[in-house]
């Protein structure tokens, strides 16, 4: 019995360890992007991003907890405004804040998460006219560090692809309301 043991916590010992050293090897830093082609010019998409009391209408988020607390702040819209959230175990906890916003170009939001995992990122919004400024290529990166416990998860989950499809549900969102 002692034996099996014995077995077992080698291969345990052996498994935490190949996890701690494929963790090692992931970057420092993170960077998830996705981008879509509005039909629409970029004056019309910008107000949407730029004023968080609109994101009720397209962020795939906003969605997920009915009793979602909001509280906003600072500035209506644009540099200084902010807005922060607390909800359910899907949603968390959390606080953006506009620090730059040059219209109809570009926004660049500081993004602070407290729960269930703390992390601040950057997101950016950039607006590039396409095809005569009759659509907008709507670009949306987030970028951080990557903590080593972030690092541990993703030796697990695909971060790109979790945090990419509400990208893209966000994106496709914001295209339906703009074109409409």
């Not at 970029?42 to 991003?49: C, E, G, K, N």
């Not at 922060?84 to 506009?98: P, Q």
């Amino acid at each position: 019995m002692l034996e099996v043991i014995a077995i077992i916590a080698v291969i345990l010992a052996i498994a935490i360890a190949i996890v701690l050293i494929l963790a090692s090897t992931k970057p420092a830093t993170f960077s998830i992007q996705r981008s879509a082609v509005i039909r629409a010019p970029a004056d019309r998409i910008f107000p949407l991003v730029n004023d968080f009391r609109q994101w009720t209408k397209w962020s795939p988020w906003e969605k997920r907890d009915p009793a979602l607390k909001r509280s906003y702040g600072g500035a209506a819209s644009g540099t200084g405004a902010i807005y922060a959230w607390d909800g359910n175990k899907n949603i968390g906890s959390g606080r953006m804040e506009i620090l730059d916003a040059s219209s109809p170009s570009k926004i660049t939001i500081k993004l602070d998460f407290f729960k269930p995992f703390e992390a601040h990122n950057t997101a950016e919004f950039t607006f590039v006219p396409e095809a005569g400024a009759s659509a907008t290529n709507v670009v949306w990166v987030m970028r951080g560090p990557s903590s080593f416990m972030s690092k541990v998860m993703q030796v697990f989950m695909d971060f790109d692809k979790m945090i990419g499809k509400d990208f893209e549900a966000g994106l496709a969102s914001l295209k339906t309301l703009s074109e409409s």
